[in-house]
């Protein structure tokens, strides 16, 4: 299984609006409502802030919305804040019972 | 609280088996039907996931790894464990192990994870 696709960086000022596009096909993110999407700082354990493609576990920020169009899954991110900064990760359940990430998105906050 | 701890080797020799533990706390494995799962992150790149095991046993892994790699369970420890055999410098990573989030759903997010483990591959 290949890797979903996501640009490799994205950025913007605080208090625009930015979105990250996942790239995969009608095996994964077409085929399902199971796309993830993660946040990961430096360092740190990735944390999902996205699950089945547009729902924010409780604790993450309205500002976090995720949808899904085709085989293209979007996290959208509004109102960007510098703690914003990281690493994103879309990842999707796939027709053969497995997983597969991106290959991740670094957001830089101007 | 639930809370995941990898162990291992942090140096494996090329052509060696890669052997990791991850002791669930806080939690039984046995007693409640979730997913398990092995991830990692080699330096510097994305994340991979690896394969995923139902409490119960049964396991699903990344074709791409798939004939090298086993994950088992060991309800009696609380613990299940990653075996990759034949290992290369590619296999340099992060290893995390983690839970799928919801009751019998490994299309569920990965929540929680344990800290990961750095795994080198050197002579």
């Known amino acids: 299984q290949s890797a979903l696709t996501q640009p490799a960086s994205v950025s913007g000022s605080p208090g625009q609006s930015i979105t990250i596009s996942c790239t995969g096909t009608s095996s994964d993110v077409g085929g399902y409502k199971y796309v993830s999407w993660y946040q990961q700082y430096p360092g740190k354990v990735p944390k999902f802030i996205i699950y089945d493609v547009s729902n924010r576990p409780s604790g993450v920020s309205n500002r976090f919305s995720g949808s899904k169009s085709g085989n293209t899954a979007s996290l959208t991110i509004s109102g960007l804040q510098a703690e914003d900064e990281a690493d994103y990760y879309c990842s999707s359940y796939t027709t053969t019972g497995t997983v597969v990430f991106g290959g991740g998105t670094k957001l830089t906050v101007l | 609280q639930l809370q995941l701890q990898e162990s291992g080797p942090g140096l494996v020799k090329p052509s060696e088996t890669l052997s990791l533990t991850c002791t669930v706390s806080?939690?039984?494995?046995?007693?409640?039907?979730?997913?398990w799962g092995w991830i990692r992150q080699s330096p510097g790149k994305g994340l991979e996931w690896i394969g995923s095991i139902y409490y119960s046993g049964s396991t699903y892994y990344n074709p791409s790894l798939k004939s090298r790699v086993t994950i088992s369970v060991d309800t009696s420890k609380n613990q299940f464990s990653l075996r990759l055999r034949s290992v290369t410098a590619a296999d340099t990573a992060v290893y995390y192990c983690?839970?799928?989030?919801?009751?019998?759903?490994?299309?569920?997010?990965?929540?929680?994870w344990g800290q990961g483990t750095l795994v080198t591959v050197s002579s």
């Open positions: 806080g939690g039984s494995i046995s007693s409640s039907p979730y997913y």
């Open positions: 983690a839970r799928h989030n919801r009751l019998g759903s490994r299309a569920d997010p990965f929540d929680p």
